[in-house]
């Protein structure tokens, strides 16, 4: 019986025993990652910093035995409060106190992250059984490093408090001396004692070029230590609680100013050396060396993408793309920044390597270009991406020419070098610069060639802008290029010396003959044909389909797609004002169409106090409004400030958020877009952005006495569009923003109503033609700030220019660039389009009547067309708050689809009416169909060469093709179970496709095609 009795005893035991290492033990990680430099945008060394915790910190690698609760500085005080609630806490790098330096930074804050109270509750949880782990982090220990601020007074840049007259100094092993704590190994080493702790891990391949200097107490036990027996990874009993301090510091490799010297700072083992401290620390057993092994393998995959698609499967997606700067890629972090956009359904990047090398004798041998091509395709191929990269073959010039005198461009009155961003820029007429890009590109093209992943090239940079910049630059009015060689061209073209501009007072009408004029024209906006046209044919000689496109800056050349930097937009004004943006640029190359020479919208993201201020709804509705004016791909421009330095901005995380749910978004749902087209607006708008029209160009020539020119003048018509655009569509009238170019086309009979806002100036042959429009019954608008006369036309009772005065005269509060500041403005510019509104509510909508009507003037919309379906585009333009609203639609197809809930919402006659709700800033589009879908009807699926062939068409109920773009999920089935999905789309109810097949996709033996408007399916065996 006894026997009985102690046999149940030790059963329960061992049961308990079972028991408290199969239950999760809860884990209290604080860790936050810190900008390294004062920089504002990005740096290479510790910005990326962020990756490393998304990658490599505890919730990655520990393993499923532990659940993580990981926090910030921001709340870390809160959850050590608590500690007790947790089996083991983790200072993964956490200093005890904060202190800002950046005076009225908005978003930076002295942080108390573990005052000494807190601490002191710590180390009560410590000596009654608690576990502790300091890991050895960038702020750890001592008191930062001169880098990111230490606890010396450091202007301009945070200071760090660290643990040495803490209370938490009392729990520790190590003493910390010295205020600085973080040192460089050099060339020490790492000696490790013999310990179940450390058997089979060789600390010698841990990628640490960094640790705390620090001694170890007496009774501390040291585990690890440098040769110079300064402790790595140590350890004690403390009451009845152990710690453990790890002083080296893998991510101190980001503060290594030398990135050649920084080391790759992913080591799989690290995973088996956490879980082993944290269980040595928890005391619980450590696992079996196989469950180890399937440690590493989890912690090996999480580093990985999923499996690497075949190029062209991937390129055929929707082209969303990520625009990303290599100084903020640190070679050693090349991996993880690719697998970050990956994992936000990116699937280009554009790069900006090489872009300032000249020559690559000077800084690069073409063996360097070629292993940095290598390692970066590489690196592309494992995330599924590509990358166009950003070269400025005109900077060979500067190097081989020194006396820039001999190609850069110049600005009037003085002659003086023209500047951008402080330094001089290539003149595209000169002969010099044109020779030795051509041969820098030459040099390029048979090095990069050879990269599949590389898959086209954006040459230059804004230094363009000169040529189309109407402020002031280095003291002289920025009105164009006068160098010697575009005077030569001007000459050549018209027989005469190019024009000194000349001051015009408001109301000057330019007859065809005038000279500046012509000037304008031939010298201001077709600078880069001629450039871009020898830049493309010495490309495709080595790659006839290299894409090739101009960096934003000017409105010049023919190339293979446009991009327009709709983020200018962005930081202040409404982002209505994308679409204005988007429509100036396609409508001035009237001479292709946005078929032909497609349109990508360039978004930034900021999140900083500097004057491009983002916030997420702004993103979100910008993205929105770029896709509805028929944008065809997307760049985030500076994405790196998802993850930058700035990280304890309030607005970080919700902007990482907002970009991965437009990747996803677009992801499914972005073939769709490749297919749609602009549908006609309600009326027209002439544009006012000052390089493009040539009768505005009068403006930014200020008159003989210029004491008191008014800087803000040059900008007029641009601050009228902040007005005009954002009034006139939350009135409910759809518009499109032209140019000239319109206005004197046979296209302007076909519109019922023009507007010219803020019209002081213009051309003669532009009067004529609104004139003889107006005698066959079109509209003109003008408002009362206008100083030219139109017969016939009419003059609504608003002044649009008050806005421009008012900015004019001081009034605008950004000269101080603070988010609070930026929302003050934006605030300022809604009161003037609030008085706008009614205006042309009353004057215009009235009158126009337009088909579709939406009962809120917090609302817009646009339209796209494929077949015989509209796309309709709802957007909420409030920015703050969440909001619901009725749409009326007639004379429209009366089937309405809400594509991305996959559902009809509306089927009736028309008129219809449907509701959407709408986050702030958010957007939806609708199909509108005269029919429903009824089936997918698969007609092909063959393999040939190594390719699917696939050849679908989606039927309506009344057996006729459902002539529309659908977006289509296509599943391709494999023998051995394993399924490969992508998304496509239909054309007018069509689809024929080729799919190459990697070895992912391999040994198919059926597809399934799910049309994505109503979610019918068909399958269909493969031969």
């Not at 600078?527 to 871009?532: G, K, M, S």
């Not at 934003?552 to 930081?571: A, H, K, Q, R, S």
Request: include cysteine; hydrophobic fraction near 35%.
């Amino acid at each position: 019986m006894k026997s009985k009795k102690i046999f149940s005893q030790f059963f329960f035991i061992c049961l308990a025993a079972i028991s408290q290492s199969s239950i999760a033990k809860n884990i209290l990680c604080v860790s936050e990652t810190t900008e390294t430099t004062s920089s504002y945008y990005y740096n290479g060394i510790g910005s990326y910093m962020y990756l490393l915790e998304r990658y490599c910190s505890p919730i990655q690698i520990l393993g499923d035995d532990f659940t993580i609760t990981q926090t910030g500085w921001q709340n870390a005080k809160q959850h050590l409060d608590n500690c007790v609630n947790y089996d083991a806490v983790i200072l993964w790098e956490t200093p005890c106190y904060i202190r800002d330096q950046r005076g009225n930074d908005p978003y930076h804050s002295d942080i108390d992250v573990i005052p000494d109270s807190t601490a002191k509750r710590l180390t009560d949880y410590v000596n009654k059984g608690g576990a502790l782990i300091v890991a050895g982090g960038v702020v750890n220990y001592g008191n930062g490093h001169p880098l990111i601020g230490s606890g010396m007074e450091s202007p301009g840049k945070r200071t760090y408090t660290g643990y040495a007259k803490s209370p938490l100094a009392d729990i520790l092993p190590l003493v910390i001396e010295e205020e600085i704590t973080i040192s460089f190994f050099d060339n020490r080493k790492i000696t490790q004692v013999k310990t179940s702790l450390l058997e089979d891990i060789e600390l010698k391949n841990w990628p640490v070029n960094a640790y705390h200097k620090t001694k170890a107490k007496k009774t501390a036990q040291i585990l690890a230590a440098t040769d110079a027996n300064d402790p790595i990874i140590s350890r004690w009993q403390r009451g009845k609680g152990r710690v453990v301090a790890v002083t080296a510091s893998p991510r101190a490799n980001l503060l290594v100013t030398d990135e050649s010297k920084a080391l790759n700072p992913v080591w799989v083992q690290e995973a088996v050396l956490w879980d082993r401290i944290l269980r040595w620390a928890i005391d619980i057993p450590q696992l079996s060396q196989k469950k180890e092994m399937d440690l590493i393998a989890k912690y090996e995959n999480s580093l990985v993408s999923p499996e690497p698609q075949s190029l062209k499967t991937r390129l055929d997606e929707y082209p969303y793309i990520a625009h990303i700067l290599d100084a903020a890629i640190p070679y050693n972090m090349r991996s993880l920044s690719y697998k970050y956009f990956n994992d936000l359904n990116f699937n280009r990047v554009v790069m900006q390597g090489f872009h300032s090398i000249g020559n690559l004798d000077y800084q690069h041998t073409p063996d360097s270009l070629r292993q940095w091509c290598q390692q970066h395709n590489e690196a592309l191929a494992k995330n599924n991406l590509c990358m166009l990269l950003r070269a400025s073959m005109t900077e060979a010039v500067k190097f081989a020419v020194p006396d820039a005198n001999l190609w850069a461009q110049k600005v009037l009155p003085s002659g003086k070098l023209a500047k951008h961003y402080d330094a001089y820029n290539p003149c595209p007429y000169n002969k010099l610069v044109q020779k030795y890009a051509k041969e820098q590109m030459k040099t390029y093209m048979p090095i990069i060639a050879p990269f599949e992943r590389i898959i086209g090239i954006v040459p230059e940079d804004e230094w363009a802008w000169v040529l189309g910049y109407r402020n002031p630059y280095e003291g002289n009015q920025g009105i164009g290029c006068y160098s010697p060689w575009a005077n030569e061209r001007f000459k050549k073209l018209t027989g005469q010396d190019a024009p000194q501009p000349v001051y015009r007072d408001e109301g000057y009408v330019a007859s065809e003959d005038d000279l500046w004029l012509k000037w304008c024209q031939l010298i201001r906006q077709d600078a880069f044909t001629e450039y871009n046209n020898m830049v493309a044919e010495t490309a495709r000689k080595y790659r006839p389909d290299f894409l090739i496109s101009n960096y934003p800056g000017g409105f010049e050349g023919n190339t293979d797609l446009m991009i327009e930097e709709v983020y200018l937009d962005c930081w202040r004004q409404s982002p209505l004002l994308a679409v204005e943006r988007m429509d100036v640029r396609s409508n001035f190359r009237m001479d292709k169409l946005r078929t032909e020479i497609p349109l990508w919208a360039m978004i930034g993201i900021f999140r900083m106090p500097e004057d491009k201020s983002m916030y997420p709804e702004t993103l979100r509705l910008t993205a929105g409004l770029t896709l509805g004016t028929g944008a065809k791909g997307i760049i985030l421009w500076n994405s790196v400030n998802l993850w930058g330095q700035y990280l304890q901005h309030p607005g970080r995380a919700w902007l990482e958020t907002e970009a991965k749910a437009i990747g996803e978004y677009l992801h499914k749902f972005g073939p769709m877009f490749l297919e749609l087209q602009k549908e006609p607006a309600n009326m027209w708008i002439l544009s006012g952005w000052f390089w493009i029209n040539s009768f505005d160009n009068y403006l930014h020539i200020p008159p003989a006495d210029t004491n008191g020119y008014n800087t803000e003048t040059p900008w007029r018509h641009i601050q009228i569009s902040d007005i005009v655009a954002p009034a006139t569509m939350r009135a409910g009238i759809y518009p499109e923003f032209v140019t000239e170019k319109q206005l004197l086309s046979e296209d302007l009979f076909k519109q019922k109503v023009v507007m010219l806002p803020g019209a002081i100036y213009s051309r003669q042959a532009v009067i004529d033609n609104l004139e003889k429009y107006i005698e066959k019954g079109g509209t003109v608008y003008l408002d009362e700030s206008a100083k030219i006369n139109i017969k016939g036309a009419e003059i609504l009772p608003i002044d649009f220019s008050v806005w421009h005065n008012d900015i004019a005269a001081g009034k605008r509060p950004t000269t101080q660039p603070t988010e609070a500041n930026y929302r003050k403005q934006r605030q300022q510019s809604e009161e003037y389009i609030q008085k706008a509104i009614p205006v042309i509510k009353e004057q215009l909508t009235a009158k126009l009547n337009p088909d579709v009507k939406i009962n809120s003037t917090d609302s817009a919309y646009t339209m796209l067309t494929n077949g015989q379906t509209k796309y309709l585009f709802v957007y909420n333009t409030d920015e703050k708050n969440a909001n619901s609203f009725e749409v009326e639609c007639k004379n429209l197809p009366p089937i309405a689809y809400d594509i991305a809930d996959s559902k009809i919402i509306s089927k009736g006659k028309s008129p219809f009416r449907f509701d959407v709700s709408l986050p702030a800033g958010g957007w939806k589009v609708y199909a509108l169909s005269p029919c429903t879908i009824d089936s997918v009807k698969i007609n092909s699926a063959v393999i040939s060469k190594n390719e699917l062939k696939l050849s679908a068409v989606i039927y309506s109920e009344k057996n006729r093709i459902f002539s529309a773009a659908v977006p289509l999920k296509i599943v391709l089935h494999g023998k051995n179970g394993h399924s490969y999905e992508l998304y496509r789309s239909a054309n007018k109810g069509k689809i024929d496709i080729q799919i190459p097949l990697g070895l992912s996709i391999s040994k198919l033996v059926k597809v399934t095609i799910t049309e994505m408007f109503s979610n019918n399916k068909k399958t269909i065996s493969i031969k």
